[in-house]
Structure formats: C-alpha cells, structure tokens
C-alpha cells in the first residue's frame, strides 16, 4: 500500500515503480486516493491525542491555553491535505509525523473514526485482501 501522493511534474513517483515490482512478483499493491495515510486521522482523534499529550506533561489539572485553542479549532481535512503542514498553520502541532503523533492517533482512533475516515472503504478491502491471500 502507497500513499496517494501524486506527482503533479509527471515524473515517475516511487509508486509506479513499487506498483511494477508488486505485479511482477504476484503481490497485491493498492495506492491510497488519499495525499497520505495521515489524511484519515479523524480530527477529534487529532484533538483528544493533542490534549492528553499536554495533560501527560503538565498534569490532569492544567490551565494551559493550547487546550482551549485545540478544543476550539475547526480542523477540516481533505483528501489533498499535506496534514503535517495544515496542523503546523493552525498552531496546533509543530511536529506532526517528527514526533509520530500520527501513529498515536492511529492507535486512539475509535472503529466509528476509522469508519468515518475511511469512507470509501479503501483501508478496510486492502486489508480484507490481505486476508483473502492468506487463509
């Protein structure tokens, strides 16, 4: 699976060659339509991962303004989204994938979230594939 991450120059992407490696070996290959696999964190997932990353340092009681500032933010993501970019305009996440915050939120995504995010089924049948291939 590759990210959806086109090239708008038409040169070959990387894609293109893993695709052909994939094919030739027999192997399944699946590109995302989405930009990147961040382009399905939901973003109340986004916000409660932030918070509670805040609340872990400074403890359940604090008063820090970046709480409200997350709370109150309206973080719309599209398909096209540079996510790790978007969160960094907002104020909201400097280090996005740096600090694998994404992979926090993957974690804390509840199945509705993914449902959600996922609405074209794409994570769910590339998986479902994979099961296929192996029973």
Not at 14 to 31: H, M, N, R, V, Y
Not at 87 to 106: P, Q, T, W
């Amino acid at each position: 699976m590759v990210d959806g991450d086109h090239s708008e120059d038409g040169k070959i992407k990387p894609q293109s060659k893993i695709e052909a490696k994939c094919k030739a070996d027999g192997a399944l290959f699946f590109q995302l339509s989405k930009k990147d696999i961040e382009n399905y964190c939901h973003p109340d997932a986004i916000r409660r991962v932030l918070i509670s990353n805040i609340k872990k340092v400074e403890g359940e009681k604090t008063q820090n303004p970046k709480i409200v500032q997350i709370q109150q933010c309206n973080i719309i993501l599209q398909d096209s989204t540079d996510v790790d970019k978007y969160l960094k305009e907002l104020g909201i996440c400097n280090k996005f994938k740096e600090s694998k915050v994404n992979l926090e939120i993957f974690r804390n995504m509840s199945s509705t979230e993914w449902q959600e995010m996922d609405s074209r089924d794409e994570l769910k049948n590339f998986i479902e594939s994979i099961y296929r291939q192996i029973s």
